[in-house]
């Protein structure tokens, strides 16, 4: 089984996937906010045999929640009327600058940015969540 993952925004969704071991993370595109966001994350799971969807929790630096934070969970509340996968919340704090910072360090255009911030920084997340497993957790029919 693979692992989804997402960076839940305003205008976009951004998307990413692991490989089979659940070691690595690969950005997929964007899913954008045009109200049936919903059913084609509920199609991405089925196309990539996700187990599971782990999701950005947008926290203050301090740790506490903002008004985006309750803004992702009303949508993560709403996606799992639709997906039955375990889903599970983790720390996104500074991976979009992190994906920012990455994309101007290799001179990619500020157009082109917009485009990819999203999909890095859910598979900034996801890498994130995947070093942090011990091996023993990650997927046993490959080990």
């Known amino acids: 089984m693979r692992i989804l993952c997402l960076d839940i925004g305003e205008r976009r969704i ?3 996937v692991s ?3 659940e070691t690595i993370a690969r950005g997929l595109g964007p899913v954008e906010r045009t109200g049936n966001e919903t059913e084609k994350i509920a199609a991405l799971v089925k196309q990539y045999n996700a187990g599971r969807i782990v999701f950005g929790l947008p926290l203050r630096m301090d740790g506490s929640m903002s008004s985006q934070t309750e803004k992702t969970l009303a949508f993560v509340d709403r996606l799992r ?3 039955c996968v375990p889903m599970e ?8 600058r992190q994906a920012e910072a990455i994309l101007i360090e290799a001179d990619i255009s500020r157009k082109k940015r917009k485009k990819l911030v999203d999909k890095l920084s859910a598979q900034i997340i996801l890498q994130d969540y995947l070093n942090s497993r011990p091996r023993q957790e990650q997927n046993p029919a490959h080990q």
Not at 89 to 96: G, H, I, V
């Open 14 to 16: 951004g998307v990413a």
């Open 19 to 21: 490989d089979e071991d």
């Open 81 to 83: 009327t639709v997906v």
């Open 89 to 96: 919340p983790w720390d996104e704090r500074l991976s979009t």
